[in-house]
Structure formats: C-alpha cells, structure tokens
C-alpha cells in the first residue's frame, strides 16, 4: 500500500468519522498552528531563530495531514500505534509521536456537541454542563501513549514508566458519550501516575460535586471514584477472590 492509497483509505468516514470536506477544512485550520508550533520548539532547543532557509533539514517521516489522520483513527477505533504504522508504513514510534503532537490542537480546539454544529466543548466544565443539559452518560477513560525517553537528569524521569506497560508513556483523559463520540481529550500527564490519581489532579471529581445531575461509567482504574459517587458513576464489579485451597503437610 502506498502514501495515496493509506490516506485515502483512512480518510474515509468509517475510518476518521469525518466527511472529506469537514476533514479538509481541519487540516487547512490547523495545519498553520501546527507548524507554528513545531518551529516555535525548534527554536527553543537551538535557543536563537532559524538560521537556514525553510525546508531545510531533515524531512518529517509523516506530512502534517498524515499525522492529523493517524491522531483522528486512533482516537475514533483504538487502533494500535504498530498497526497504525503498518499502513503508513512508518515506525510505530513515529505513529506514537504524531499523536502527542497533534492532540493538543486537537483539545484547543475544542470538539463539536454531537446535534450541536455551533457548540464547542473545550473545557471538563463544558462538557458536564453539556453532559447535564442534554442527559449524556458520560464514559471516563484515560489513554496511553508511548513517547521518547526523557533525557537523563531530568526530574521525575521515572514518573513516566507506565507500570501497566513498562514503556514511556502519557496517559490522556478522554471522555465521550454512549456512541464513543469524543467530548474531551487532553489533562496529559506522566505514565507512571494512577487514574484515581489523576481524578483528583484534573478536577473530575469536583465537576461531579458540581453537576450532580450528571451520570459516567468508567473503568477499573476509576473505581475509587464510583465509590465516592456511587449515585452517579458506574464501574465493573470487581473480580471474585479465588477461594484458598489446602494445601497438603
């Protein structure tokens, strides 16, 4: 499969969940800000402005709409950043940087209110009154994204070791309605650190003190939360304990 025919075949609605014209108008909106951004932290590693013509310089191994199609078919199906690869035919660390890269723009933005072209939700206190308002159960996740290494001698290099992957990772909030339509994504932190943890650093918990109207359903990394809001957040039962046999003299 070649460039044109991996992005025409996750260009595709059922891939990316948009349409190409909505798709288009989003790479033509970010595609400045992105390389505004990019140059932006050039300059701070070479610490003085460009020196060499535009262009110059290694090439990226993804164009910009390359990388906002990867960022938007994980976000929509889950597809692993391996996977992701394969049809880009680019390494899965390449996939793993293009998301981080791309999913701040992405949150700045803010996501459209499903029914609701003129509303954007850019904020967790958005998308509760939004939640409130409309009756949406909201489904709480946070994802994993690996990333580079941190340079040695940097603080709390070891807060981004995932214990649940043994990577370098950030985890990522993402909230979304009963049809898997993203409301939210962003509260980036280090791998290391535990979902419950982050409930209280993102402020979750507190919209939930606030709009009380409002119902999640989470998974087991949240289950301290639906222990505190038993009335309005849902998690798995846990597991059964293995009942102990005897064991011989």
């Known amino acids: 499969m070649n460039v044109g ?11 990316c969940g948009m349409s190409a014209e ?5 790479a033509v909106e970010l595609a400045s800000r992105w390389e505004a951004r990019c140059e932006s932290e050039r300059c701070d590693r070479r610490g003085a402005s460009r020196r060499r013509e535009a262009g110059a310089g290694p090439k990226y191994g993804l164009a910009f709409v390359d990388r906002l199609l990867v960022t938007l078919v994980h976000l929509r199906t889950g ?10 035919e680019v390494g899965s660390s390449t996939i793993g940087r293009a998301i981080v890269g791309i999913r701040p723009l992405l ?9 609701q072209p003129g509303l954007r939700l850019r904020t967790l206190e958005d998308v509760f009154a939004y939640a409130e308002a409309e009756r949406v159960t909201l489904r709480i996740d946070g994802t994993e994204t690996q ?21 370098n990772t950030i985890k990522t909030t993402t909230l979304s309605d ?15 650190m535990h979902d419950q943890t982050a409930v209280r650093n993102e402020g979750i918990a507190e919209q ?5 109207g409002v119902k999640a359903a989470v998974d087991r990394g949240y289950r301290g939360l639906a222990s505190e809001f038993p009335g309005q957040v849902s998690a798995p039962p846990r597991k059964p304990k293995a009942p102990l046999t005897a064991t011989g003299p």
């Open 5 to 15: 025919q991996a992005r025409a075949a996750m260009s595709d609605y059922d891939f």
């Open 22 to 26: 909505h798709l288009g108008a989003l």
């Open 178 to 192: 009963g049809q898997g339509r993203t409301l939210f994504s962003g509260a980036l932190r280090p791998g290391r």
């Open 79 to 88: 597809l692993t950043h391996a996977a992701l690869g394969v049809i880009d």
């Open 208 to 212: 939930f003190h606030q709009h009380p």
């Open 147 to 167: 990333v580079r290494r941190p340079q040695a001698g940097r603080p709390s290099r070891r807060s981004f070791v995932s214990g649940k992957r043994n990577q």
């Open 107 to 115: 949150a700045e933005r803010g996501f459209t209110g499903p029914g």
